[in-house]
């Protein structure tokens, strides 16, 4: 028997300990997370090379398919990832020839500026330029968003209180995506960097009107929400790239939080932090979340297993670094610990390819439209550039 002495003498040592070895546990983790993230950034500018010699000068990378590069035109909404990807690269690297080749893929890219086809000129202009200028500060680049968040509000529809993502086709009359949310971030900045206010109120309204008419009560939201333009009203709630209508499609999931995420930045709307860390919530206690936290393509996806999709993996991984920002430690330690995992996750052979294999891509296993038979367990642009965006918040702000 211990006398209550001995007893008293354990806890206080035990007390003393616990700050120490959770100390040495942190300390650990954060070597850890370093070795990782320089390994893929080396491994990045190498594999990236071989990305560059599969892509002929006037395209842009798209994915690697039966052993063959598939490349794009720069009106293709993920033209302005691999120019993206190259700037992180650089600033993390400051390789000259990487930043070479970031300034020769703006300049084909550059034309897009005044792209109005659908509602990605934000992706494929703020991802790139976006990137350039922030590193360089050259006045240049920031001309060119300006310029796109001209051409991008021309989308916005007073009527439903929305940008429109895509234009009617045979099914759909006003289509707004989920992934629409991730555009106005270059709407957000323009006015916070001198341009006109209407920038910001357009994607004010945008959000608002998608909380309320793309959001259940659990927090998954619907891909498309089809709208009629004469009179406002919802015609209909749809499937788009996911299982069903009702069910939660991966990268729709992820792109809503990255999406407000990014608006309690620009705003300080409790509103939508709340919004982030609901859909944060859905997205990590969802019981088809397997273990190394890279989703299925859809998490009601008929048959689990299934594909995963990396993309939204590094997208959500990304954004839920970013949420950390915005909350007390506990919470923090929740998104930040389950981002690592998910960076794990997507640096082990698993997902990551071998030098000079997958195409130049670095991640493998992402999902376009999985019941489209269209890009399925392929590389994909935004997997790799959420993916050094998702390694470069860690290293920025949790090292
Ligand atoms: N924005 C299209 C997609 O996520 O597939």
Same mark, same amino acid.
């Given at each position: 028997m211990k006398s209550t002495f001995e007893r008293l003498a354990t806890l206080v040592i035990v007390a003393l300990l616990l700050p120490l070895l959770s100390a040495a546990q942190a300390s650990s983790t954060k070597k850890q997370m370093a070795g990782l993230i320089d390994d893929n950034m080396q491994f990045a500018v190498k594999q990236y090379e071989v990305l560059k010699n599969n892509t002929p000068a006037d395209r842009m990378p798209r994915s690697f398919a039966n052993g063959k590069p598939v490349t794009s035109d720069t &009106? #293709? #909404?993920?033209?302005?990832f691999y120019p993206g990807t190259l700037w992180y690269l650089y600033e993390y690297t400051k390789d000259a020839n990487v930043k070479a080749e970031a300034e020769k893929r703006l300049a084909i890219l550059e034309k897009e500026k005044r792209y109005t086809g659908n509602h990605d000129i934000g992706f494929m202009i703020f991802c790139s330029f976006g990137n350039a200028y922030r590193i360089t500060g050259d006045k240049k680049y920031k001309e060119v968003i300006d310029t796109a968040a001209v051409y991008q509000v021309t989308r916005y529809r007073p009527s439903i209180h929305s940008i429109q993502s895509w234009n009617k086709s045979k099914n759909l009359n006003c289509p707004v995506i989920i992934d629409n949310m991730m555009n106005l971030e270059q709407l957000l900045w323009v006015t916070q960097n001198g341009g006109s206010g209407k920038y910001k109120e357009i994607a004010l309204t945008h959000a608002n009107t998608t909380i309320k008419n793309h959001y259940r009560p659990d927090y998954s939201t619907f891909h498309i929400v089809d709208y009629n /333009?004469?009179?406002? &009203?919802?015609?209909k709630k749809v499937n788009g790239q996911g299982a069903h209508d009702t069910s939660a499609w991966s990268r729709g999931q992820a792109w809503g939080l990255y999406g407000f995420t990014m608006m309690y930045r620009f705003t300080k709307d409790q509103v939508y932090l709340n919004q982030a860390r609901q859909i944060a919530k859905f997205i990590l206690n969802h019981p088809n979340l397997p273990a190394d936290k890279i989703p299925y393509w859809d998490y009601n996806a008929p048959q689990i297993p299934t594909s995963r999709d990396a993309s939204a993996g590094a997208i959500a991984a990304s954004a839920l670094l970013e949420l950390g920002q915005y909350v007390n430690k506990a919470e923090r330690t929740t998104y930040v610990d389950a981002a690592a995992v998910m960076l794990q996750s997507l640096s082990s052979d698993a997902y990551r390819a071998k030098?000079? &294999?997958?195409?130049?891509? /670095?991640?493998?296993n992402s999902v376009g439209s999985f019941l489209a038979n269209s890009e399925v367990d392929v590389p994909l642009t935004y997997a790799d550039y959420y993916f050094l965006e998702g390694l470069l918040r860690y290293k920025k702000w949790y090292l």
């Open positions: &009106e #293709w #909404w993920c033209s302005g /333009l004469d009179n406002g &009203e919802i015609i030098l000079g &294999e997958n195409g130049g891509f /670095l991640l493998k």
